[in-house]
């Protein structure tokens, strides 16, 4: 196997032979997949380590900044901004990475193929949108905890909101590196993300 492939194309298209289900919709996730600028050799680029590991820290910021409120009243707010702004510019910050032989980046890959699973025939196991549903409702409950920890200044809430939120997602991305390294298997497109 090489060590990059010659392209980051896009998914096998659902007239492609191998995966005969119907192109249908645009999925809620390809819709902010693509808000984020997630498309094509972009997702390469998010799934640098780097990014994914760097992108953990955009909850924690934005508490930070709504805490800091405490400290230098409306001031908070261009922290608040710039968190923000760390969250959209993060995942196009970065190079394609040297390897994808690890879970940040494989993650990254198998929501990749998440995003676009109206077009795919995906296994059994993962075609349930369940895994998506409990892990953001497990992060909204850690939002509503962080949110009440920000309002009334306790650390340890505040703190437990995050690593919560972060559970959530971690958790998450296991399930979508589990899907990416289903799918490479079943897939010569997919194997070449794998270098």
Not at 150 to 177: C, E, F, P, Q
Request: net charge positive; glycine share 8%; proline share 4%.
């Amino acid at each position: 196997m090489t060590t990059q492939p010659p392209t980051y194309a896009e998914p096998i298209s659902a007239t492609s032979s191998a995966h005969p289900r119907k192109a249908s919709r645009s999925t809620r996730d390809r819709k902010l997949a693509k808000l984020f600028g997630l498309e094509g050799q972009s997702w390469m680029r998010h799934a640098n380590p780097a990014s994914v590991w760097t992108r953990f820290t955009v909850v924690s910021t934005l508490a930070l900044a709504v805490w800091s409120r405490d400290w230098i009243g409306s001031w908070c707010l261009v922290g608040v901004g710039l968190a923000i702004v760390w969250m959209f510019v993060n995942p196009l910050l970065f190079k394609a990475p040297k390897s994808t032989r690890n879970w940040a980046s494989r993650a990254v890959l198998g929501e990749r193929i998440w995003v676009d699973r109206n077009t795919l025939d995906l296994p059994a196991q993962f075609r349930s949108r369940a895994a998506a549903l409990i892990a953001n409702g497990y992060s909204t409950v850690g939002m509503g905890i962080l949110a009440f920890g920000l309002v009334d200044l306790n650390l340890l809430t505040t703190v437990a909101g995050i690593l919560i939120i972060h559970g959530g997602k971690a958790w998450y991305m296991d399930r979508m590196a589990l899907l990416f390294t289903e799918m490479k298997g079943r897939s010569d497109e997919y194997a070449a993300w794998d270098f």
